[in-house]
């Protein structure tokens, strides 16, 4: 089962691959802008950046399928390989990238563009695997401290109700990175909250905010029959 989202993620990309092939052979012309060597170089640079979010996200799912911390590196070897070779594949590839743009007689000033932006994606994907560890290490010090004696009814029924909803998909795996993610995972929740409200608002009109105040009367009951348990 921990195979499983890398397998939904290669047909993920299938689409993009009968893209490419098409236009390489009797569909020439949607790529014409690549034809241009700092586009095609900074697109190169780039790729290593969206690589590591796509398979930092795989790799979450694999672990929550498997039973393993979601912010523990993937047990796959091959894409754990792959994760830890990104940034230096950008960075090497930007420097690469240099002595090619130069034999093109590009100016000095955007020579200097591609090391930049390799640079840049380097230390993004570094800072982002050590969140990840810092993540790792917050959510185990929240289960060591939620394991503490309390109410064991209200346990059961609390952590039987967050279980329910973080099985959810998509918005469960929202509500549960706002609840044990960092202090800016519940920002953005909120910020996201926020956006789906005026987008309702936008396409069904105002009676959208009346059907949110109304869905919010059961949760203020359940908050107020916890916060008043024996």
């Not at 890398?6 to 014409?32: E, K, N, Q």
Request: aromatic share 10%; charged share 10%; with cysteine.
């Amino acid at each position: 089962m921990r195979h499983l989202p890398y397998v939904v993620g290669l047909f993920m990309l299938l689409p993009f691959a009968v893209w490419l092939g098409l236009d390489l052979t009797i569909l020439p012309g949607s790529t014409r802008n690549l034809d241009l060597p700092l586009v095609a170089a900074l697109t190169a640079v780039c790729l290593p950046l969206l690589a590591w979010f796509f398979l930092v996200n795989l790799g979450f799912l694999a672990n929550s399928m498997s039973g393993a911390c979601e912010f523990e590196r993937p047990r796959n070897p091959a894409v754990r390989l792959t994760i830890a070779a990104l940034p230096w594949i950008s960075l090497g590839g930007s420097l690469a990238s240099v002595p090619l743009l130069a034999a093109e007689g590009l100016q000095p000033a955007l020579l200097a563009l591609p090391p930049v932006v390799g640079a840049l994606i380097f230390f993004a994907i570094r800072f982002g695997e050590k969140a990840r560890t810092q993540d790792r290490h917050r959510l185990r010090a929240k289960a060591a401290a939620d394991s503490r004696p309390r109410g064991a009814g209200l346990a059961a029924l609390g952590g039987g109700a967050l279980r329910a909803l973080y099985a959810v998909p998509l918005v469960g795996w929202l509500v549960k990175d706002a609840a044990n993610g960092r202090a800016s995972a519940k920002a953005f929740f909120a910020f996201n909250c926020f956006l789906l409200l005026a987008a309702g608002v936008a396409v069904f009109g105002y009676p959208v905010l009346i059907v949110a105040a109304l869905s919010l009367v059961p949760l203020v009951f359940a908050g107020l029959f916890v916060l008043t348990w024996a």
